[in-house]
Each structure stands twice: as C-alpha cells, then as structure tokens.
C-alpha cells in the first residue's frame, strides 16, 4: 500500500522539478530592425540612393526629424531569466546619412562601446489644476449624485 503512494510521491515530484527547471531556462528577445553586415557593407557612399538602400536594409527604425538627413537601424537581443532584469546579449546601431539630393554620403556602424549610457532625469513636471486640496476633495461630488433614480 505504501510503495504506489512512494511511486506516485516521487513521480510527482521529478514532474515538478522539471517544470522547475524548464521555467528558469532564459528567454531571448529580438527587437528592432536586424540587418546584416554584409548587406550594409554593399552600400557605397556617393554611389546609392535612399531607395536603394531602402530596397537592400529595409525600412529605418528612425529618422532624423531635422537637420541632417539620416537613417537609423536600431536592433538588440536581450536575454530574460525568470524574474531578473533582461541582460543585453547584442545591440546593433547602423547609421546612413543622405546628402539633400538623396545620396548616400556616409554609412557607420555604432559598437557597443561606442554607445553612451544616457541616464533619464527622474522629476515631473508640474501641471496646473491637477491638485486639490483637502476641502476640494470633500466638496467635490456634492450635487453630483441623481436623487430621481
């Protein structure tokens, strides 16, 4: 009577200690525009045009809004583990820049080193009309409520 208790006792647990280790294997993300190297060495400045480029990478990831005109492929891997922060396996930034007739005048490819860690300001900013006060907050659902119903 105790040995398939046992049996089933140790079947169980050898189950969940494979769903424990199956849920910590790392999860890989992708994200971005990924080319290829080869294909961006086939540019050639003063040579291709935006189309071409367009038609060999694909579409940008960014643009540039205003001044010089350039494109931006943005790619990076991550890899996730169970609850940890994601830690970065791969980023890859290429940058083309047209001159204003539309010809490529440069191609560079961004490595990660050198990449500048920009850290964001943590503060808010203020809007006006937002904050109320204690007796604002008391008074103001009076006459709000519908007594017909």
Known sequence: MKAP???SAVVIALALGALNVGACSPRV?????????????????????R?????KLGSPSAQTAFGDDAWYYISEK???TAFLAPKLIERQVVVV???PHGVVTSVD???????????PI???????????GLVE??????GRFNRDK
């Open 29 to 49: 993300d992708t994200r971005g525009n990924a080319i290829h190297i080869e294909d961006v060495a086939e540019i050639k400045p003063g040579e291709h045009t």
């Open 97 to 99: 820049k047209f001159d």
């Open 109 to 119: 490819v961004v490595d990660e080193q050198s990449a500048e860690n920009i850290e």
């Open 5 to 7: 208790l046992l049996r």
């Open 51 to 55: 189309q071409h480029v367009l038609s």
């Open 137 to 142: 907050q008391l008074l103001s659902n009076v």
């Open 122 to 132: 943590d503060r808010e900013t203020p809007t006006a009309g937002n904050s109320l």
């Open 78 to 80: 991550t890899e996730t």
